[in-house]
Structure formats: structure tokens, C-alpha cells
Nanobody, 124 residues
Framework: VQLQASGGGLVQAGGSLRLSCTAS????????MGWFRQAPGKDRNFVAV????????YYADSVKGRFTISRDNAKNTVYLQMNGLKPEDTAVYYC??????????????????WGQGTQVTVSS
């Protein structure tokens, strides 16, 4: 499966953005879909994940209550709605796919496919 992330940009602190990640290839509905982010000089960190079945979600503490992950299997797309953005949210955001995992993984090594990343910059 190939993943294409989009929707990044420059926003002021307190603003909102919605990221999208569209998958090509079969069986999108069989993947848990996650979002990760990587700031310059830092490791890639988990942001959120949504299950392939049932819509269960899991968030990093740093974004809980501000970000919402959702998916539309008919459109092969996963979204990340980001509200209340802070300068520390500045990073390249990546979507990733984890095939039919029974757990909502926050470790990047569990994911099978990755998108190319989209830059989010939050100014203070």
C-alpha cells in the first residue's frame, strides 16, 4: 500500500489544521492507521492511532484533548484534526499503516508502510 499525506502548513498558535492521508492499494480497511511526528534533531514520536475495526483510538498524552484521529474507509483516508496548536507541535507529520494488529501500537517499528510526511509549522 502507498500512503500520501497532505494538509500541513503554517499556522499561528491556537489555530487548527486537518491532515489527510490517502492510501492506494487494497485492503485499507484492514490496517490500523497511525500518525507520528518528527521535529528537527529529534526522534520520530507517536501521535495517534485508530484501529482497523471498531474505530478505537489511542493518543499521546501531549495531544490528548486537542487532536482527533478518524478514518473514512470508503475514501481510503485517515485524518488528523489538530486544534489548539502549539509551537511545540511543529514537526513533519507522517502517517503509517499497521496490518490488522490486535493492539494499537505506539512504536514505529510495528508499522508496515509509511507516507512521505507533511510539514506543520506553528508560530508563536
Amino acid at each position: 500500500v502507498q500512503l500520501q499525506a497532505s494538509g500541513g502548513g503554517l499556522v499561528q498558535a491556537g489555530g487548527s489544521l486537518r491532515l489527510s492521508c490517502t492510501a492506494s492499494g487494497p485492503s485499507f480497511s484492514g490496517y490500523n492507521m497511525g500518525w507520528f511526528r518528527q521535529a528537527p534533531g529529534k526522534d520520530r514520536n507517536f501521535v495517534a492511532v485508530i484501529s482497523w475495526i471498531g474505530g478505537s483510538t489511542y493518543y499521546a498524552d501531549s495531544v490528548k484533548g486537542r487532536f482527533t484521529i478518524s478514518r473514512d474507509n470508503a475514501k481510503n483516508t485517515v485524518y488528523l484534526q489538530m486544534n489548539g496548536l502549539k509551537p511545540e507541535d511543529t514537526a513533519v507529520y507522517y502517517c503509517a499503516a499497521d496490518w490488522r494488529s490486535p493492539t494499537l501500537n505506539s512504536w514505529s517499528g510495528e508499522y508496515d508502510y509509511w507516507g512521505q510526511g507533511t510539514q506543520v509549522t506553528v508560530s508563536s
